[in-house]
Structures are given as C-alpha cells and as structure tokens.
C-alpha cells in the first residue's frame, strides 16, 4: 500500500493531515505487521550489506513476537488480532464525523457550484470533480491525466503517474473558466521529484494580495517552507523550496476590464440633503460637488426621500419643496436620479449621522397604541418603523400601513411626473423595512445589541401574535401561539442558547413551524407593498435592499438571519422564497454587502463564523439563476484601490460563462473625504473601469 501511495506522489500521513480519515481497520495491523517484517540493514562504505549476527537476532525475535500474536489471535478468527473495544468505537466515530463533513461539502458543491454529484457521492467523486474543473482527465477507473492544454495524454496501458514537465506552461494554458475560483493562476517551474508533492500547484491568489500573503498562501498549500526574494535578473518572485528555486509570480497584474460590459454608477447624497423643513441644505457647496462628480462621469445620483418629512404633520398633506429644486440641478446637470421611497427612521444606526423620526401623526398614534411598532419578547417597542402585523389594520386614522405606503407614493408619482416621462428619474427603490430593507428589525442598536449578537425575534406585538395564533390553530397545535422562550438575547451566541445550538430546536417541530410563519410573514410584506408600487411606477425600474447579514453564517442554524426574517439554515435554502417573489413582481435586487471578504476595522470579527463571500455567492447566484438584476453598494468606506478592485471584481465575475454582472454600482456616500484630490482621482479611475474603458496606472 505504501508503494502505490508512493506512486502517486502521497502517503497516509498527508491524508491525515489534510482531514481526511481513510484508514480503514485493520490497516493499522498491517502497517505494524510491514515494520516487524523489516529486515535490519547496516551500511558499509558505498554499499548496504546484511548483519547475519543481526539477521539472527531478528530471527529470534520475530518468533517470540510470531508466539505471542498466536496467543492474542481467537480460535478460529483468522490472521487479524482482537482491537479493543475503546479503539473500534473511536473509528467508528471517526468514520461518522467523516461522512457528516462530505455530506456537507457535497451539499455546498451542489447548492453553490452546479456540480453534478449523485446523492450518495463519496470523497473520490468530489476529488474527480474538482480535478475535471481544473481542467484534467478523470477516466471512470481512476486513471488522471492533464487535458491536451496541460500535457500530452498517456498512451494506453502507460502508467497513471502524472509527469510535470520541469518548463513552466504558458499562462494563459492554465488558467481555467471557472466560476468556483478553481484556476491555476500562478506558474511554477520546478524538475520532476519537486513534482511529486501532493497537492503540488499555484493557489489561485488575489490580484490584489500583497508578496508576503501570496508567499503564505502557496508554503500553506505546498506544505514547506518558503524562502521568498526578488531575483534581479528575471525579475519575478523566486522562492526556495527543498533547496531549489521555484519561478512564482508573487504579485498578479491588476486585472483589465476595458472592453467589459459598461455599469452605471450612481453616488448617494448625504442623508442630511433635504431637512425636517423640507429645504435643500447648502444647496451652492452641492452644487459644486455635483459638478465634479459629472466631470468624471458619474452616472447619476441616489436621494432618500423620507416619509417623515414629506407627510410629517397631517396624513396626506406632502411637501416636496426640497426636493423638487434637487431634482432640477440634477436634470440640469443631466445626471440620473435614483430615488428611495424611505418609510423608516434615520438615525441611532451605523452610519447615520442626522435623525429623521417617523412622522408626527404617526407617533402620536403609536404612544397610544404601541403596537403600530414592532416589539421584541422584553416587550420594547421600535419606532424605527411600522410592524407588519398592520398592513391591513386600519388604525392610521382610518387607513392600513400597505395604503399609507401607496398614497405617498401615487402623490411622489404625479408630483414628478415628468422627471418620469423624460427618464431623468431611472430607478426607484421601495424602502420595506429598518434602513430600507426587507428584514426584521432584529439588531436594534438603541436596544443595546452589538456585534456579532444573533439578535432577537420581533413578533411580540399584539397584531403578530393575532397573526401567529391563527396560524398555530390552523396546524392544529393551538399552544405553538408562542415565540421561542430559548433563543437568548440582543447579543447571545448561537451556542449559549437552546433555539440556535447545533441541533437545537430551531429543527425541531415547533422551530420548522415558528421560522416559516416568522420568515413567510417578511415575503407577504413585500409582496403586498411592491404589487402597489408596480400600480404606482408603471414601467418604472424598481429595486428592493436585501441585507448582507454574514455573522453565524458557518453555524448550522444561521442564527442572525433567523431573527431577520430569512429562514437560512444550512440545511434549506431561506433565500428561494424571496427570489420567486421578486421575479413575480419583476424587481431588480439591490444587495447591499458589495465589499464581501474585507472587514470592518470597528468590529471584532474573531469566532463569529461568518462568511460574507460565502452568503453573497448564495444570494447572487439564486437572484441570477432566477433572471433578476442585481445593483449594489458598498456597506463600508470605500476611496483606496484595494477596496474598489474588490467591488469590481463581484460586480463583473470574470469567469462567468453567462458574461452576468451588475446592472448598476451606487456609491456611499458623498461627502469631504471622497472630494479630497487623491480620492477623487482614484475614484475616478473606478468609474472608468466600471464602465469599460481603459485606464492607466496611477503612480503614488
């Protein structure tokens, strides 16, 4: 066994620390069975002769050893010793935590990365797989070789060991379409025994990692030590492994996107444009920044128009003064107008820097009926905007939430109308919830949460939990008319609670029940408010915000999104409900986590298991799959290269076969630090590319 693993380039012992348990019974037995049968060699000058003093020692023991395996082998049982029991129920174990991790890399591999694996794949049908995307041969035997554009094909009857020629291959012959970032990217030349390592080739790396994080990324992966330098005389990175020097490009060109598909971008003004007087604030200083922003060709603007200011006082008296002296500039300025119908509170949330309330006529009605707010299990009420337990309760002087919500915008409709004829208003975006997006208030922050808290489920005011009783009764189990009395607190962790903890009753009957009223309840609100907006903004393009919530999001429960109203564990799919309804009502998406992968420096982000690539992946692919568009911003400040390379590389995948990409980029937000020359330079530089067109290295 030791031979054929040689063969290949491997041993048992890589396979052990690469986590795979393959060891079968027994397989110990027979390696101690190969040591004791090993005979003693001593070295005599340039040749290996053998010891007969020692031969005969050996002799002798062995028949010692010979006696007493004789004695532990049972009566009739065969060559194999007895094993204790503790050892046999450790490799059972070891064979089940095996298989629960293979399930769950196929279950990714399918929901994720459209492979087609059977039902009950093993781990060799998820190595084949992966190698036929690296662009090799699997024959159904086995038998492994590189395609015609990595080597030449052995011929029939030839051994299956794979020889890497020590010349380094084009660059372009390596790198593999593919959309599961599987690419040889980084080229090596080395001679044939360096080749025999396992698992020996280029991690596919950023373009926009630095040499020492590319240096250890590829000794993590060839399993070495690496000794990097900068070889003046062919001018590339060249590492020392094992004593050899190894040709590796320790920084990737940045990539070119002229000539790719153009994507409008959009920047978003401050939240304090227009204020509680419904006046445009500073509007000459506005002026001059809209002007610079069309000198390097921003697309457009994206304003909020706030239901507490427009309707603040009296039900249907609107005032849109501010707002139609910003939107002449813009239409004078030929700039597009991106638009927010925004029904909740600004301020006390990340980012927020002036305070909008609800309306006046609306708080009045809330501090003698509460419940008009969403309400958490401690029995706090969250003016932050209306529950969606009264849609269609009349108790906002005689109208339901879903009317007030269409009354506004019929009046935003017929007051700019024809800012929609002449298509100076392009997009506009329904405001569904806290900070405009379809989700729970559930990480309130003037309730103490914090990151990476799971938060709190808020269905505890008296409209929902009518709603939760009717729906409990109908199942026919009359006592599920309750919220989860186990789910922790604002800033708990999945683990220190019974609802969200691996295999907690999150799965449980009554869970299942709960988290599908819970999450069906969010899809029913914004059913219902964008079948009134398509009536209101017909033929108008409309988006709606989906939030990026990647904390817990490696824990089987998915405890944050739970309370958000997306029923996500790893187990199901939460986000297929929200996609069929989207397309229904031909709404675009606007996923607002478009800087995945680069962290908040404010956060503490250790042992929070999140994976904010891995969720965009999840909610991209299924907006894609289902034909619906997809705009983005950015969550956090963006003005350096690093950060917009990373934007530019989700808004147009590079491998895609289907050529898919943004359909519009909104940048948040304007203000002093972007207008600073170097950042308006660079951001400048961004437009370009999103756009298609070529540009030139700027030098520091």
């Not at 304090?272 to 007087?277: D, F, L, T």
């Not at 922003?293 to 008296?317: F, R, T, Y």
């Not at 925004?342 to 609800?358: Q, T």
């Amino acid at each position: 066994m030791e031979t054929e693993m040689q063969r290949f380039g491997t041993s048992e012992e890589d396979d052990e620390d690469m986590g795979l348990d393959v060891k079968e019974e027994g397989e110990n037995d027979e390696d101690d069975d190969e040591r004791n049968s090993t005979p003693s060699m001593v070295g005599v000058d340039s040749g290996l002769v053998t010891s007969n003093r020692t031969n005969n020692r050996f002799q002798h023991q062995h028949q010692h050893q010979q006696q007493f395996q004789d004695q532990l082998t049972p009566q009739g049982g065969g060559q194999r010793r007895c094993r204790p029991t503790e050892e046999k129920e450790r490799t059972k174990l070891r064979e089940r935590q095996r298989r629960a991790i293979t399930a769950k890399i196929l279950a990714g591999l399918r929901r994720h990365g459209n492979y087609n694996l059977r039902v009950r794949a093993d781990i060799n049908d998820v190595i084949a797989a992966l190698a036929r995307e690296a662009g090799w041969v699997v024959l159904p035997d086995g038998t492994t070789f590189p395609s015609r554009s990595q080597g030449v094909r052995p011929a029939t009857g030839a051994s299956t060991t794979v020889v890497t020629s020590s010349t380094s291959l084009p660059l372009q012959q390596n790198q593999v379409a593919s959309l599961r970032g599987i690419s040889s990217t980084c080229q090596i030349g080395m001679n044939d025994e360096a080749c025999q390592m396992k698992g020996l080739y280029g991690p596919s790396s950023s373009a926009y990692d630095t040499s020492a994080s590319t240096h250890s990324q590829s000794s993590q992966m060839l399993g070495v030590e690496v000794d990097g330098q900068d070889d003046p005389i062919i001018g590339v990175s060249v590492d020392t492994v094992g004593g050899r020097q190894v040709d590796m490009r320790s920084k990737l060109q940045e990539r070119d996107f002229a000539g790719t598909p153009y994507v409008p971008v959009y920047v978003s003004l401050p939240l304090g444009s227009i204020n509680m007087k419904c006046e445009l604030v500073d509007p000459d200083n506005l002026l001059k920044q809209l002007r610079i922003l069309k000198s390097i060709n921003v697309d457009g603007v994206m304003i909020d128009c706030w239901w507490g200011i427009v309707e603040a006082h009296v039900p249907q008296e609107y005032n849109w003064k501010g707002y139609k002296r910003l939107f002449q500039m813009a239409r004078e300025l030929k700039f597009k107008l991106q638009v927010v119908m925004s029904f909740h509170e600004c301020g006390g949330n990340v980012g927020d820097d002036v305070c909008i309330p609800l309306p006046h006529w609306v708080a009045e009605i809330g501090r003698s009926n509460p419940d008009i707010f969403f309400t958490d299990r401690s029995g706090r009420h969250n003016p932050e905007c209306l529950s969606w337990g009264i849609d269609k309760e009349r108790v906002l002087r005689g109208r339901t939430a879903s009317e007030v919500y269409f009354d506004y915008m019929r009046s935003f409709r017929v007051e700019f109308d024809d800012y929609f004829v002449d298509g100076t208003i392009s997009m506009i975006e329904i405001g569904l919830g806290p900070c405009g997006e379809l989700r729970y208030p559930s990480n309130p922050v003037k309730h103490g949460w914090r990151y990476p808290g799971v938060g709190e489920f808020q269905c505890y005011d008296r409209y929902m939990l009518k709603s939760l009783t009717k729906a409990a009764e109908s199942r026919g189990h009359s006592f599920w008319a309750r919220g989860p009395e186990n789910a922790g607190s604002y800033n708990s962790r999945p683990h220190e609670t019974g609802f969200f903890c691996n295999g907690g009753d999150y799965d449980s009957y009554y869970g299942r029940f709960f988290l599908n009223w819970y999450s069906q309840l969010l899809t029913n609100h914004a059913d219902r408010v964008l079948s009134l907006a398509k009536f209101a903004f017909e033929g108008t393009f409309i988006t709606v915000k989906l939030p990026g919530i990647h904390w817990w999001y490696k824990t089987e429960s998915h405890a944050a999104e739970l309370t958000a109203g997306f029923y996500n564990p790893s187990n199901r799919d939460g986000y297929a409900s929200v996609m069929e309804m989207l397309k229904k009502h031909e709404v675009a998406l606007n996923f607002t986590l478009a800087q995945m992968g680069i962290s908040d420096p404010h956060m503490d982000s250790s042992e929070v298991l999140e994976d904010p690539d891995g969720l965009a992946w999840q909610v991209m692919n299924a907006a894609w799959d289902s034909c619906i568009p997809i705009i983005s911003e950015n969550s956090l400040p963006c003005v350096d290269k690093v950060s917009y390379n990373h934007v530019l590389e989700k808004a147009k995948p590079q491998n895609d076969p289907d050529g898919r990409h943004y359909s519009a980029f909104t940048y948040l937000r304007l203000g002093p630090l972007l207008m600073e020359p170097h950042n308006i330079m660079e951001f400048e530089r961004f437009i370009k590319r999103m756009h298609g067109e070529a540009v030139l290295e700027i030098h520091a």
